[in-house]
């Protein structure tokens, strides 16, 4: 896996501009991002279950041109393909726990070497690293340059969780909660639209098995506690950025963009060439 990351480094950079005067909803712990020299695209997507990191962290691999590395696909791809570890990781999904480090460090570094044949430079990682554990051994091999934490109150994940539909047909995903959560402790309300699917779609949705309540709760609270200590790690390092989304895609794509200094049609231009 070293081998491979050190490879993922190695390649090509892209010029980054970080600055710490961010939009309101951002904190950042240091001012250690400011402008530097050209470099790779070497960064963290933290959130718990729901708050969307997937979506955006998509998002940006298609803005900079490096991949969405997601061990939630990673892991649901090889709960599909009757692999070694496919009846294993049935169970612990169906019980709503967190898949051990072992199993995710095992299909991340077949991901990576895959992407290393594939000569991929740089990376968004989504979903990983889950413990300081896995963090220390993340920065054994590469250097992670920012760590994106988004952010969400707890009763609008739940509401959001238990929105979700997936088309059995054409696989796509919706929405269809309506969330309008008043703000509490100082931070602004938040209103989601539903993601409603086109009429083809309506007779055709289904909810993931575990995106039941008990489930999703529990989800939860096995992630804010591991997470904690990573989310403590990367701010000592000063990497961390935290993000309150102000709501949906809409309201909060164009302030992400804002709090990481990327411009959209500069960014696309520049992964282009
Ligand atoms: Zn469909």
Redesign the pocket.
């Known amino acids: 896996m070293a081998a491979v990351f050190r490879l993922l480094k190695s390649t090509t950079t892209i010029s980054r501009r970080f600055s710490s005067t961010s939009a309101s909803s951002a904190t950042t712990t240091t001012n250690k991002w400011s402008p530097r020299q050209p470099r790779n695209i070497q960064w963290v997507f933290l959130g718990c279950p729901g708050v969307g990191k997937g979506t955006y962290a998509s998002r940006l691999s298609a803005l900079l041109g490096v991949p969405h590395i997601a061990t939630g696909d990673l892991v649901r791809e090889e709960l599909s393909s009757a692999g070694p570890l496919s009846k294993q990781l049935g169970e612990i999904v169906n019980q709503g726990k967190l898949v051990s480090d072992e199993i995710i460090i095992n299909l991340l570094s077949k991901r990576l070497e895959a992407g290393e044949a594939n000569g991929e430079a740089g990376f968004l990682l989504d979903g990983f690293p889950r413990t300081v554990r896995q963090a220390e051994i993340l920065d054994d091999v590469t250097d992670i340059e920012l760590v994106v934490n988004l952010k969400l109150p707890e009763g609008v994940l739940i509401e959001k969780c238990l929105g979700r539909r997936i088309?059995?047909?054409?696989?796509?995903n919706f929405n269809v909660a309506s969330i309008n959560a008043q703000g509490e402790n100082g931070r602004p309300s938040i209103s989601m639209a539903p993601l409603l699917?086109?009429p083809?779609?309506v007779t055709?949705?289904y909810t993931r098995s575990d995106d039941t309540e008990i489930v999703v709760k529990e989800r939860l609270r096995i992630y804010n506690e591991k997470s904690q200590p990573v989310e403590e790690f990367y701010r000592s390092q000063g990497k961390l950025l935290e993000f309150d989304l102000p709501g949906g895609i809409p309201e909060s794509w164009p302030k992400l963009l804002e709090v990481l200094n990327l411009d959209e049609q500069e960014e696309k231009q520049s992964a282009a060439a």
């Open positions: 088309c059995s047909q054409c696989n796509k699917p086109p083809q779609c055709k949705l």
